[in-house]
């Protein structure tokens, strides 16, 4: 069992999460977008490796929110059941 996250660190990661994990749905989108209207003749390889970023970033949102589940006893039946709805 690991120790309860401190208020400070709570108060920093969370904002860390939510915004790591926004900016790559918003960039999963773009990317799809970006696949579509560009004429580009290399347009597949620059929206294969965008999507391989934003699969990273969202991997990065994904274990901060866990990591923040983990420590805060408060919310932790929320956070399993929404890390289940994620999975």
């Known amino acids: 069992m690991t120790s309860p996250i ?4 709570f108060d920093t990661v969370r904002p860390a999460h939510a915004l790591v994990s926004a900016i790559a749905f918003l960039f999963f ?13 290399q347009i597949v390889g620059i929206h294969a490796y965008w999507q ?3 699969t ?14 983990q420590g805060n006893l408060s919310v932790s039946v929320y956070c ?3 890390m289940l709805h994620v999975i």
Do not use: D, E, P, Q
């Open 80 to 82: 399993y059941f929404a």
């Open 29 to 41: 989108a773009i990317g799809g977008i970006g696949l579509r209207i560009s004429k580009h003749k």
């Open 56 to 69: 990273a970033m969202m991997i990065v949102g994904f274990a901060l929110g866990a990591w923040l589940c």
């Open 52 to 54: 391989i970023f934003n």
């Open 6 to 9: 401190s208020r400070g660190t």
